[in-house]
């Protein structure tokens, strides 16, 4: 995984960010898990000249751009009217009114061969916590993924039905990112 010296810029649409919800509970069947895109996003790459210097990479996300793009299970199909819910129910937890961005910025990015690890601060809701993303070099792309624990910056995560239906304290975020042509 290698990309010359330089910034890179990370943007939709030909780069995703994606979040995934489950549910459980009692209830679960009820619900559905949920894949969230969001469309409103910018991240850099830098890569130092020097062979001995260390990547950098920063990404911000406006929270309120994200997009309910796929719900699975469920007792029935999501609506139109269910996803714009949805859209409307996180904006609270998320505390998007007062906190509209989040931003990861890397402390650490380790490269082995097609893997990398980066190690970042995560602001979301308000408050910054170290976060872990994983990520390797599938075909043309490099693709990444973290598990984001909600309550450890302040976010309680939605339960519906007198709390029999709740979603899952940890949600996925994928990254998918095209290498430039040529990047080897």
Do not use: C
């Amino acid at each position: 995984m290698s990309l010359g010296p330089g910034e890179h810029e990370l943007a939709p649409p030909s780069a995703n960010l994606r979040l995934r919800t489950y549910r459980q509970g009692l209830a679960a069947k009820a619900g559905h898990d949920l894949v969230l895109e969001a469309t409103s996003w910018h991240g850099s790459v830098q890569v130092p000249d020097e062979p001995d210097g260390v990547p950098s990479v920063t990404v911000e996300v406006d929270l309120r751009s994200l997009q309910v793009v796929e719900g699975s299970g469920g007792v029935k199909p999501l609506t139109e009217g269910d996803k714009a819910e949805i859209r409307k129910t996180m904006q609270k937890p998320l505390r998007t009114a007062e906190h509209p961005m989040a931003t990861f910025r890397s402390t650490v990015v380790r490269i082995d061969g097609d893997q990398a690890t980066l190690h970042g601060e995560l602001t979301l809701a308000g408050q910054t916590h170290p976060v872990e993303l994983h990520a390797h070099r599938a075909g043309a792309a490099v693709v990444g993924r973290a598990e984001i624990v909600q309550s450890v910056w302040g976010i309680k995560p939605y339960t519906g039905f007198l709390g029999a239906l709740k979603l899952r304290d940890a949600v996925v975020v994928d990254v998918s990112v095209p290498l430039a042509a040529g990047a080897g």
